[in-house]
């Protein structure tokens, strides 16, 4: 069982929609969530951390957190031709390590 | 600040070569990493180091090694390239514990062909 798992997508959603991506994860002790935007030929950048049940919104940012189904989500609201890239989940095990799921693609279309 | 920095940003390498791929911060972080990224998919930690002089592996570190003499220096090591390495390898560095928020940041990256 992969640690971190995502769906590769590809995810496309027209300009101005919501965009959801979700992420599970395995080791139930799980502290620390990550989401990580990266566009191709780049290296990953930061967008959204969570720690807590529930949810955390940054700009158009949303991220959700639920450790008793042990999932992490992201939604991108009024989604804009800019976000499509690849969006990595990434989360610190119990034992101090990160991983990152494989990345869902996300396509805005105009 | 520059950052993290990579280099070299290309390399091809023979089957059975030897190589280092470089990687500094200027941040003064203490934590540092190396991963690799095989095409469409995630990042797969190697090695990873928590301050000068301690260094620890990580996911796939088979065919890799690493030292930390300086808390800005963490360079790579692949002895005796083999294709499987193919990737694009990234350095990333960040300031506190990994169990609390503390960015990590990513250097360029480094794309390397065995062939």
């Known amino acids: 069982q992969k640690e971190v798992e995502q769906n590769s997508g590809p995810l496309s959603v027209p300009e101005g929609a919501i965009a959801s991506l979700n992420c599970t994860y395995s080791?139930?002790?799980?502290?620390?969530f990550f989401w990580y935007r990266q566009y191709s030929g780049k290296s990953p950048e930061l967008i959204m951390f969570?720690?807590?049940?529930g949810d955390k919104e940054d700009g158009r940012f949303t991220a959700q957190l639920n450790k008793a189904s042990q999932y992490v989500s992201l939604l991108i609201r009024d989604s804009q031709p800019s976000d499509s890239a690849t969006y990595l989940c990434?989360?610190?095990?119990?034992?101090?390590?990160?991983?990152f799921g494989t990345g869902t693609s996300l396509t805005v279309i105009p | 600040n520059a950052g993290v920095t990579q280099t070299p940003k290309f390399r091809i390498l023979k089957i059975g070569q030897s190589m280092t791929l470089q990687c500094a911060q200027d941040?003064?972080?203490?934590?540092m990493y190396w991963y690799r990224q095989d095409p469409g998919m995630g990042l797969k930690l190697i090695y990873y180091?928590?301050?000068?002089?301690?260094?620890d592996k990580g996911e796939v570190p088979n065919g890799y090694n690493v030292s930390r003499s300086t808390t800005e220096d963490f360079p790579l090591r692949l002895e005796l390239a083999a294709p499987s390495q193919t990737s694009v390898y990234f350095c990333?560095?960040?300031?506190?514990?990994?169990?609390?928020?503390?960015?990590?940041?990513f250097g360029p990256g480094t794309r390397l062909t065995v062939l």
């Open positions: 941040m003064n972080h203490n934590y």
């Open positions: 969570i720690y807590s049940n």
């Open positions: 990434a989360v610190i095990t119990t034992g101090n390590q990160f991983y």
């Open positions: 180091s928590v301050g000068a002089g301690i260094t």
């Open positions: 080791d139930r002790g799980s502290q620390s």
């Open positions: 990333a560095s960040k300031a506190g514990d990994p169990r609390t928020y503390n960015e990590q940041f």
